[in-house]
């Protein structure tokens, strides 16, 4: 099996700005891809600075991950060893590990003649997306309703001063979608807390990494003053005595390098609309 790998310059429709940073006008994306015999299958690393990846470590990654393919032979269906191997091999780079996973699974899929979903069992319409709006001026962000008219689900970016100004105006605009935030670490636990009553009166789904992980003390305030379900996105960030308590919060995102289903709400797909 033979990987290759390009950075693409890519620059998104408008600007996707979060709590913790403003969106860049441009990013650098990795493509990877796997070759076996006349097929190729294809992975994206989105490597995130918040995170210790670049394009620069993904492909310094994917060219060590490179050795552990070829030591596996010429089966791309040995996945899960293969992603033991990449991990035993040089740990962390989860955007690189995840882009030859995704590859790996696509091959496979090429070889068998069948998409992903398929080989998976899945139901490929069962499953409900929501669109994602990144903060912005109020409104700009309302302008971003008319893209998302062919969705049920909203996911609104908070975590800055103006999330009641924003949340009530993007409700009044859209009374009958549902309402997801994320406010990307960027809330205290006494922030949160203030904001409650509001996330309860507009109908917040849930609620998005509001705190760095970690935060135990942030989190079991919010926990036990809500029933609203919190997401807790477990990365290598977290420390790991954290992980097992933090994912009794509510909903558990497990991201690790591979893409796990969530024990709830593994229809929580999101679309950036960039």
Not at 27 to 35: F, G, K
Not at 132 to 158: F, H, N, Q, W
Request: glycine residues 8%.
């Amino acid at each position: 099996m033979d990987v290759q790998c390009d950075v693409l310059e890519l620059r998104t429709r408008h600007p996707f700005n979060i709590a913790r940073a403003a969106g860049a006008a441009v990013r650098r994306n990795v493509w990877a891809r796997v070759r076996h015999g006349d097929l190729e299958g294809w992975g994206e690393a989105a490597a995130n600075h918040y995170y210790g990846e670049t394009d620069g470590t993904a492909v310094a990654a994917l060219q060590r991950y490179a050795t552990v393919l070829a030591d596996m032979g010429e089966n791309p269906a040995r996945i899960e060893a293969i992603e033991r191997g990449m991990l035993a091999t040089l740990g962390r780079n989860p955007a690189a590990r995840a882009s030859l996973s995704a590859a790996l699974h696509d091959l496979v899929g090429k070889r068998l003649g069948v998409p992903v979903w398929q080989m998976f069992g899945l139901d490929p319409v069962a499953v409900p997306s929501s669109f994602t709006i990144g903060l912005d001026r109020t409104a700009v962000m309302l302008e971003r309703l008319e893209e998302a008219r062919s969705y049920a689900t909203l996911k609104i970016k908070v975590g800055t001063e103006r999330d009641a100004e924003i949340l009530t105006a993007l409700r009044k605009a859209a009374p009958d979608v549902g309402i997801r935030v994320d406010a990307n670490t960027g809330w205290t636990a006494k922030q949160a807390m203030a904001r409650l009553p509001l996330l309860e009166e507009v109908g917040v789904e849930l609620i998005e990494q509001p705190f760095a992980a970690g935060d135990l003390d942030a989190f079991r305030l919010l926990r036990d003053n809500t029933s609203v379900p919190i997401v807790v996105t477990l990365r290598q960030k977290c420390p790991g005595s954290a992980k097992a308590e933090m994912s009794s919060f509510g909903i558990c995102s497990l991201i690790c390098g591979r893409t796990l289903l969530p024990e709830r709400g593994c229809a929580a797909i999101e679309t950036t609309g960039s």
